[in-house]
């Protein structure tokens, strides 16, 4: 067994423990964060502490970084850590959330997986292997839609928390794609966003101001499911930079073009 194997069966084992964890619990206590919107819960920060234990016990030497907890974001070789990605959802009990975990290293997404404990589905891949589901009909091998048309596409995508004060929100090429796209979609959870384009059940996938944590695993899972993902404006796609389009071969492109023309109107408005 390889080394991306023996982590990504590391991965797997503490994303099962944290979905046994949390599959049949709700909140108790919710706070906010950096606005009304941005909320955390005692199961966030008992969700990440499992996850940072079991990680830390068997890989001291990499570094993990969790949403609530932080840690080295500078490190060559990091966990990215998101114990909750869907928090809203989560408290108000639409099961549309979930835990991820990703590794990534020098040369880029090493491992990732993502669990949605209330679907009781797993998500998982290592770089070079496949993207691989456990949907509850046994493991399934993913693979991207082959919708090569943004009018027959359907698109998912999120919206900052601080959307109703920051003018840098999404509204106007959500606006745009609800458009030309055959249909958008705003399901609450990024990482959940990415492993269903993995599936070919959503076509493409955009969005912006997000964090490391919300992006990796899903983004590596879509990779592997042989997705293209870039920043939005078609480069490399770098976890740090918390953006991203995900998608198909046939209609990626056609996704960087319409966001390009966003901006430029936007640019151009007075």
Not at 17 to 40: C, G, I, N, Q
Not at 49 to 67: K, M, N, Q, Y
Not at 113 to 130: D, E, H, I, K, Y
Not at 189 to 195: I, K, V
Request: net charge negative.
């Amino acid at each position: 067994m390889s080394e991306l194997d023996e982590l990504l069966a590391l991965a797997r084992a503490t994303a099962a423990e944290a979905t046994a964890l949390l599959r049949d619990v709700r909140p108790d206590h919710v706070r906010t964060k950096s606005s009304p919107r941005d909320l955390v819960t005692e199961w966030d920060t008992r969700c990440e502490a499992l996850v940072r234990s079991r990680l830390v016990a068997a890989r001291p030497d990499i570094a993990v970084v969790g949403e609530e907890d932080g840690g080295d974001r500078g490190a060559a070789r990091r966990w990215l850590v998101d114990p909750i990605d869907g928090t809203v959802n989560f408290t108000h009990g639409l099961p549309l959330w979930s835990v991820a975990i990703a590794l990534e290293g020098p040369a880029g997404l090493e491992v990732g997986v993502v669990a949605a404990p209330a679907l009781g589905w797993t998500f998982w891949a290592r770089r070079g292997g496949g993207a691989f589901a456990d949907r509850g009909r046994g493991v399934e091998r993913l693979q991207v839609s082959a919708v090569d048309r943004l009018d027959h596409a359907m698109l998912v995508s999120g919206f900052p928390y601080d959307r109703a004060t920051n003018p840098d929100n999404n509204f106007a090429a959500w606006e745009h794609f609800q458009r030309i796209a055959g249909a958008c979609r705003r399901l609450g959870s990024a990482e959940l966003d990415l492993c269903l384009v993995a599936t070919g059940a959503i076509d493409g996938y955009w969005e912006s101001r997000l964090a490391p944590w919300d992006l990796a695993a899903g983004a590596l899972i879509v990779m592997e499911a042989g997705g293209t993902v870039t920043d939005t404006r078609g480069g490399p796609f770098r976890a740090e930079s918390g953006e991203v389009i995900a998608a198909g071969g046939g209609i990626h492109q056609a996704i960087v073009t319409e966001l390009a023309r966003v901006r430029a109107t936007t640019e151009e408005s007075p």
